[in-house]
């Protein structure tokens, strides 16, 4: 059984930057489609962004030009860099392996 362990959460002003990563482990095979997914109290679990193992990303309108998502395929790692964060983008957010591995989340808060 796959686990997925995310790091890099924590508290933020708005505008500020925050870098996300998540470890799979153990993997046999590969790994295609990788992700982040975010919950905000009282909302159901949204897309952030995805990316393929040949790094083909699909990213939510609402962080399109802020987030940006990576991956090492050799580590079996992705990363989400979250720039221009607003409080808006406070949630808990968790990786994913598609379609239904997820891993624990991690709390992110954009506030001054």
């Known amino acids: 059984q796959v686990q997925l362990v995310e790091s890099g959460g924590g508290l933020v002003q708005p505008g500020g930057s925050l870098r996300l990563s998540c470890v799979a482990s153990?993997?046999?095979?590969?790994?295609?489609?990788m992700g982040w997914y975010r919950q905000a109290p009282g909302k159901q679990r949204e897309f952030v962004a995805t990316?393929?193992?040949?790094?083909?990303?699909n990213y939510a309108d609402s962080v399109k030009g802020r987030f940006t998502i990576s991956r090492d395929n050799a580590k079996n790692t992705v990363t989400l860099q979250m720039n221009s964060l607003k409080p808006e983008d406070t949630a808990v957010y968790y990786c994913?392996?598609?379609?239904?591995?997820w891993g624990q989340g991690t709390q992110v808060t954009v506030s001054s």
């Open positions: 994913n392996i598609h379609p239904n591995t």
């Open positions: 153990p993997t046999s095979g590969y790994i295609y489609v």
């Open positions: 990316i393929s193992r040949a790094g083909t990303t």
